[in-house]
């Protein structure tokens, strides 16, 4: 993780162009729809928009809060708007380009890095926070199969989130089986067999062992490490929440048996980063699984596009602003010769 990252090959540009060019397509076919978006669009209620935007605002200073707390279980104190400014400034980043996420992480970590946390520190607070996203979307998605109840799309939708979550109880498991000494001892001998003819893979195993010795020397005991845990659920959370509320600003009846799977696949096919922002991606998606529960197609894309105002580009230029106040600080601290 200390070398240079790989950019996007010529295929992440192919889907890219593919997906823009589909997207233009399907403009051109929804004529109708797209009037329909435009008329709700004009009557929204601001109000609605604040409460939207105060949603979206929780979400992030959650999402904030999980390297944070991380950090300060590593002994490494930040506060929680500088906190929140970095992680403003890495979404930014992550939402400018095919493949941003790599570039993302990799900014974070030297910045981590090189702010008091060490390179293992910050490779623990990376990966447990990512892990932690994950594993509390996947858990938002089950819910959202529970809320469904039986009279759900079960031929489009249910058969996509059974295996997800089937993903989820075996990641679960195997962290269950990993507080037990004898399983680790063979997970380490696998890996170590693995690493032996891979040296990235070394290299990885070392970050990894790294990471679990700095876990167990400052919190031993699993109940605290719950907390991350919690402030990921918060963000998806919030996040939904915002997207309940750009439907009430619209006046769209909100979906509520099926809307955290709608928006929980969402976020998972988003995830691929295939476009700048999931750009088309998260708008076709989004749109389509809300038809699929039963929102008419012009207030499923009124409030998928709402809801990506506030929740993507409404925080890009607030991102990159954050971007590059910490780069003008950096400068300033290099020419103090502070560290």
Same mark, same amino acid.
């Given at each position: 993780?200390?070398?240079?990252?790989?950019?996007? $090959?010529? &295929?992440?540009?192919?889907?890219?162009?593919?997906?823009?060019?589909?997207?233009?397509?399907?403009?051109?076919?929804?004529?109708? *729809?797209?009037?329909?978006?435009?008329?709700?669009?004009?009557?929204?209620?601001?109000? $609605?928009? &604040?409460?939207?935007?105060?949603?979206?605002?929780?979400?992030?200073?959650?999402?904030?809060?999980?390297?944070?707390? @991380?950090?300060?279980?590593?002994?490494?104190?930040?506060?929680?708007?500088?906190?929140?400014?970095?992680?403003?400034?890495?979404?930014?980043?992550?939402?400018?380009?095919?493949? $941003?996420?790599?570039?993302?992480?990799?900014?974070? +970590?030297?910045?981590?890095?090189?702010? $008091?946390?060490?390179?293992?520190?910050?490779?623990?607070?990376? %990966?447990?926070?990512?892990?932690?996203?994950?594993?509390?979307?996947?858990?938002?998605?089950?819910?959202?199969?529970? @809320?469904?109840?039986?009279?759900?799309?079960?031929?489009?939708?249910?058969?996509?989130?059974?295996?997800?979550?089937?993903?989820?109880?075996? %990641?679960?498991?195997?962290?269950?089986?990993?507080?037990?000494?004898? &399983?680790?001892? %063979?997970?380490?001998?696998?890996?170590?067999?693995?690493?032996?003819?891979?040296?990235?893979?070394?290299?990885?195993?070392?970050?990894?062992?790294?990471?679990?010795?700095?876990?167990?020397? &400052?919190?031993?005991?699993?109940?605290?490490?719950?907390?991350?845990?919690?402030?990921?659920?918060?963000?998806?959370?919030?996040?939904?929440?915002?997207?309940?509320?750009?439907?009430?600003?619209?006046?769209?009846? %909100?979906?509520?048996?099926?809307?955290?799977?709608?928006?929980?696949?969402?976020?998972?096919?988003?995830?691929?980063?295939?476009?700048?922002?999931? +750009?088309?991606?998260? *708008?076709?998606?989004?749109?389509?699984?809300?038809?699929?529960?039963?929102?008419?197609?012009?207030?499923?894309?009124?409030?998928?596009?709402?809801?990506?105002?506030?929740?993507?580009?409404?925080?890009?230029?607030?991102?990159?602003?954050?971007?590059?106040?910490?780069?003008?600080?950096?400068?300033?601290?290099?020419?103090?010769? *502070?560290?």
């Amino acid at each position: 993780m200390r070398g240079s990252v790989a950019r996007p $090959g010529w &295929v992440w540009w192919v889907c890219a162009a593919l997906i823009g060019v589909a997207a233009a397509l399907f403009a051109l076919s929804r004529r109708r *729809e797209l009037t329909e978006a435009y008329h709700l669009i004009t009557r929204v209620r601001p109000f $609605g928009v &604040v409460v939207a935007v105060t949603f979206e605002a929780v979400s992030v200073l959650c999402f904030a809060a999980v390297p944070r707390w @991380l950090l300060r279980t590593g002994g490494v104190r930040w506060s929680l708007g500088r906190m929140t400014s970095t992680t403003m400034a890495a979404n930014a980043m992550a939402g400018a380009f095919p493949g $941003g996420a790599a570039f993302s992480a990799a900014w974070l +970590l030297r910045y981590v890095s090189r702010r $008091g946390a060490g390179h293992v520190l910050a490779v623990a607070v990376v %990966v447990t926070a990512g892990v932690a996203s994950a594993l509390s979307l996947l858990l938002l998605l089950a819910v959202g199969v529970l @809320l469904s109840g039986p009279a759900g799309p079960d031929t489009v939708v249910r058969p996509v989130a059974t295996v997800l979550l089937i993903a989820l109880a075996a %990641v679960l498991t195997i962290l269950g089986l990993c507080c037990f000494a004898p &399983v680790r001892r %063979v997970l380490r001998r696998i890996s170590g067999a693995a690493c032996r003819r891979a040296g990235w893979a070394a290299r990885i195993e070392a970050d990894l062992a790294g990471l679990a010795d700095q876990v167990r020397s &400052v919190e031993p005991r699993l109940w605290p490490w719950l907390w991350p845990l919690t402030f990921a659920l918060l963000n998806w959370t919030a996040d939904v929440a915002c997207l309940a509320a750009s439907m009430w600003a619209l006046g769209v009846p %909100v979906p509520w048996r099926g809307l955290l799977i709608a928006y929980g696949l969402t976020q998972i096919a988003g995830s691929l980063r295939l476009t700048p922002g999931n +750009l088309g991606i998260a *708008e076709a998606a989004l749109s389509a699984l809300l038809v699929v529960f039963g929102l008419p197609p012009g207030q499923a894309i009124a409030a998928t596009f709402l809801y990506r105002v506030v929740s993507y580009w409404a925080l890009q230029p607030i991102g990159w602003t954050c971007w590059i106040a910490l780069i003008l600080e950096n400068g300033l601290r290099t020419r103090r010769g *502070e560290p």
